[in-house]
């Protein structure tokens, strides 16, 4: 045999056999609201001294007496069409929940499909919170304001 029938053949194999394998997905994008924080009387992006986030039906925080953040992500239920989260701005609570429709978007083969958001209706108590104004109502793995919340 030749030289270059050889290195044909070890170049066919194993092209045979790395196709065999699935590539790992790195890096899945997350999909959540991007909400960030405004200064009332300003108008100027601020961020709160205190900042305390969790959903209403689940204890765990997302936040727990961050400083110093300038936007809180949000993550919206997939298999329902509601989210309601706490939320404690210098340590007065508000609540903020979403209305909003799911859809599945193809991210690749590797890392299967990802539910993306349309926020139809947003309600929220005003007790730290004097407003909140929707941005953007497409919730994607983009780092876009969705949410503005003025405080």
Do not use: W
Request: net charge negative; charged share 25%.
């Amino acid at each position: 045999m030749t030289k270059t029938f050889k290195f044909l053949v070890i170049a066919i194999i194993s092209l045979l056999l790395t196709s065999c394998f699935e590539i790992e997905c790195i890096n899945r994008p997350e999909v959540k609201v991007n909400a960030f924080f405004y200064d009332y009387e300003k108008k100027t992006k601020a961020p709160p001294d205190s900042v305390t986030l969790h959903g209403i039906d689940n204890p765990v925080k997302i936040y727990d007496k961050q400083s110093n953040l300038s936007a809180a992500l949000m993550p919206l239920k997939a298999s329902e069409n509601e989210t309601e989260f706490v939320i404690k701005i210098n340590g007065t609570a508000d609540t903020i929940r979403f209305v909003y429709s799911n859809s599945l978007q193809l991210i690749s083969k590797e890392c299967g499909y990802l539910t993306f958001h349309k926020i139809d209706t947003l309600y929220y108590t005003t007790n730290e919170i004097d407003s909140i104004s929707l941005t953007n109502r497409e919730i994607t793995p983009k780092s876009i304001e969705n949410v503005a919340i003025f405080y």
